[in-house]
């Protein structure tokens, strides 16, 4: 929401994503600190410190990129819908990498999931499919990268914590998209206006760091499954901000993608966490 008053004011996806990454990390990073455990880092494998840098720099970095990017071309409200399809995404990698054939459920979830995305990219027009193409793709594609951060994460996380993983993965995309600016911009950012430090602000406090703090303290408060479920509100409420603030529309038909994605991601949470205890199981 943020970003695209950013874009009308002149900035590109690259300044943008720059800015909110480096005003954000001394928030997470003492965030991190203050739940890291003496001596975590230092005592970790190698494997383990460069497996979080690498998912941070692919997710936070080229993952982000590619979201920023597409929403200069696509609303706000179906970018968030589409990128709340990466659980399923989760679900298709883990089947592949350890050759594990998801649970009925999980298949019934991830076919309600993408007959969603097919509707809220197409509304059964051909036009609005067409100006959605490029942009859902780039979306999707960050989708994909999210859902190979939380892989790593669910490796890496019991030898670094979620504070230490947290802490690497958002270092590396920060050295990441400092590079990679100063290599294409040098040290110019953006045509800078007044009201531009209230966006940032809203950005960079309201839409980042906000959320990251309160999933990760309502996930330790009621725990993984009721936190994922409660997050399902999330692509609704864009819907309606957009519809408020961005005067965006969607189609019958693609609420009715948007109620399917939504669907999607409950059954996928359902289905891997409602086994008996003692029973570890994924979806």
Not at 23 to 35: E, G, H, S
Not at 65 to 77: E, H, K, N, P, T
Request: net charge positive.
């Amino acid at each position: 929401m943020f970003a695209k008053y950013l874009y009308a004011d002149g900035w590109d996806s690259e300044g943008v994503l720059l800015v909110r990454t480096l005003l954000a990390l001394p928030a997470i990073a003492a965030w991190t600190l203050w739940r890291l455990k003496p001596g975590t880092l230092r005592l970790a494998p190698a494997t383990a410190l460069l497996g979080a840098a690498a998912a941070g720099a692919l997710c936070y970095s080229v993952g982000s990129g590619l979201d920023f990017y597409a929403l200069m071309r696509l609303d706000v409200s179906i970018e968030r819908v589409l990128l709340f399809s990466y659980p399923s995404m989760v679900v298709v990698l883990y089947a592949a990498i350890y050759r594990e054939m998801p649970s009925a459920a999980a298949v019934v979830a991830l076919a309600v999931t993408y007959v969603g995305i097919a509707l809220v990219v197409s509304g059964f027009d051909f036009r609005v499919f067409s100006a959605n193409l490029a942009g859902s793709g780039l979306v999707l594609g960050c989708a994909l990268t999210f859902a190979i951060y939380y892989l790593a994460s669910d490796r890496w996380t019991g030898v670094l914590g979620s504070a230490g993983f947290t802490l690497l993965a958002s270092l590396a995309a920060t050295v990441c998209l400092v590079v990679f600016h100063l290599v294409r911009h040098g040290l110019t950012l953006g045509p800078w206006q007044i009201r531009d430090a209230g966006f940032f602000a809203g950005l960079v406090l309201i839409a980042t760091v906000l959320p990251m703090l309160s999933m990760a303290e309502g996930v330790r408060l009621i725990g993984a499954e009721r936190a994922a479920v409660v997050s399902t509100v999330g692509p609704p409420t864009t819907l309606l901000l957009g519809a408020w603030l961005l005067d965006e529309r969607l189609r019958l038909a693609q609420w009715l993608g948007v109620g399917l994605i939504v669907a999607g991601i409950l059954i996928l949470e359902l289905a891997r966490h409602g086994h008996r205890p003692g029973a570890p199981k994924r979806a």
